[in-house]
Each structure stands twice: as structure tokens, then as C-alpha cells.
């Protein structure tokens, strides 16, 4: 079982830009489907952005063009770089992975943390 622990949170004013991390063990990233979620205080959790194992990657429609999805697998790390932030990007963001293709939908079955990001 993989075992995900993010970071990289904070407080940034609005237009600013983060990375969050969301480092592996237990087991390689590189055959994992992975994906970053966000829940935000109004709303349920909502996929962000997703990158599959081949490399593939999609975003929700909101974050498109400003959040990027990448990884490390030899530091078997995921990573969220985060740019242009705005005010409604405020959540706590988790990382989740699994060796099924769930895309942006929720059925992962391994989850970190989480890491709060506030703009602001």
C-alpha cells in the first residue's frame, strides 16, 4: 500500500503562485494513477487535476491553464504547481493515487492529509 503525505500550503495573496508536494512510500508511484482534490468550505471535494500513469493529464475546467500536475517518480513525488491563484482556489488540497483509472471522480483508495492552501 502506498502511503501519501502532502505540503507545501500557506498563505498567499491573490495572483501569487505555490507548489504542493505529495510524497510517496511504501510503495512506486510509477505504475499509479494519480490526482489532486480540494475541498473548500462551501463546497464538497472536487477533483483538480489528475495525471495517469502514462503521462496523460486532465484539469477541472476552473483551474485549466493556471494549476500544472507533474511527478518525480525517482523522488516519488507528485507535485501541484499553482499559479495566478485566486480567492475561491482556498481549500485544503489532498493527493490521492490508486492503480484504477477514476480520472477526476473520487473512488481512490489511497488519500494524504492534506494541505491547506488559503489565498488571501
Known amino acids: 500500500h502506498v502511503q501519501l503525505v502532502e505540503s507545501g500550503g500557506g498563505l498567499v495573496q491573490p495572483g501569487g503562485s505555490l507548489r504542493l508536494s505529495c510524497t510517496a512510500s511504501g510503495d512506486s508511484i510509477s505504475a499509479y494513477q494519480m490526482a489532486w482534490f480540494r475541498r473548500r468550505l462551501e463546497n464538497g471535494r472536487e477533483g483538480v487535476a489528475y495525471?495517469?500513469?502514462?503521462?496523460?493529464?486532465d484539469y477541472t475546467y476552473s483551474v485549466a491553464g493556471r494549476f500544472t500536475i507533474s511527478k518525480d517518480n525517482a523522488k516519488n513525488t507528485l507535485y501541484l504547481q499553482m499559479n495566478n491563484l485566486r480567492v475561491e482556489d482556498t481549500a485544503v488540497y489532498h493527493c490521492?493515487?490508486?492503480?484504477?483509472?477514476?480520472?477526476?471522480?473520487?473512488?481512490?483508495?489511497?488519500w494524504g492529509q492534506g494541505t491547506q492552501v488559503t489565498v488571501s
Open positions: 495525471l495517469d500513469s502514462d503521462g496523460g493529464t
Open positions: 490521492a493515487a490508486d492503480r484504477l483509472r477514476f480520472n477526476l471522480g473520487s473512488g481512490y483508495r489511497f
